[in-house]
């Protein structure tokens, strides 16, 4: 297993595990873990430009992202990224969004891709908190992020209503450069 940033040339693979990702969500023991229609489950042109765009950036640049990918023999089968929060003043907090292909689940793909990432956040001492939202029924990834110091810090009723279902969604949190 080989995890590294992403390059630009590694966005279209990405876009490629992505979709089949998201065509994964709540289907058989899968939890429901996008926020997402089954029929609206597709990659915009908005979301690739985003990620084309944002690995570009500097940190310090509105929009900027950073990707990295887990590759198993050349196919990309996890992935975590970090954004900038929209609001402003939030420097000191990212947004965190992962996921790992059905296959890989439950051996600690997970874990390895947070170690990667807050390994690579230590060179960023400005950066101190990261800051995720999950669909509250996903215990398996609320089980992840607890075990890997995350404190769940509130949760919003009825956040989403897909297919009229109505959906909780948790608010975690992890403060780094802990002393």
Do not use: C
């Not at 939202?133 to 089980?143: K, Q, T, Y």
């Amino acid at each position: 297993m080989n995890i590294r940033l992403a390059k630009p040339d590694d966005i279209s693979h990405f876009f490629e595990y992505l979709q089949a990702h998201l065509s994964d969500d709540s289907v058989g023991d899968t939890h429901l873990f996008q926020s997402l229609s089954s029929a609206e489950s597709n990659i915009t042109t908005l979301i690739k430009s985003q990620f084309y765009d944002g690995i570009k950036k500097g940190i310090e640049q509105t929009g900027w992202r950073r990707l990295w990918l887990a590759f198993e023999d050349d196919i990309v089968v996890g992935h975590i990224e970090i954004r900038a929060h929209p609001q402003a003043y939030t420097q000191h907090r990212v947004l965190l969004g992962m996921g790992v292909s059905r296959d890989y689940r439950q051996q600690g793909l997970g874990k390895q891709l947070l170690n990667t990432l807050i390994t690579w956040l230590s060179g960023y001492p400005h950066i101190e908190y990261l800051d995720l939202w999950v669909v509250s029924s996903n215990l398996a990834a609320i089980g992840l992020y607890s075990r890997n110091d995350f404190k769940a810090a509130g949760e919003i009723e009825d956040m989403f209503r897909i297919a009229g279902t109505p959906l909780p969604y948790t608010f975690m949190f992890r403060q780094l450069n802990i002393e």
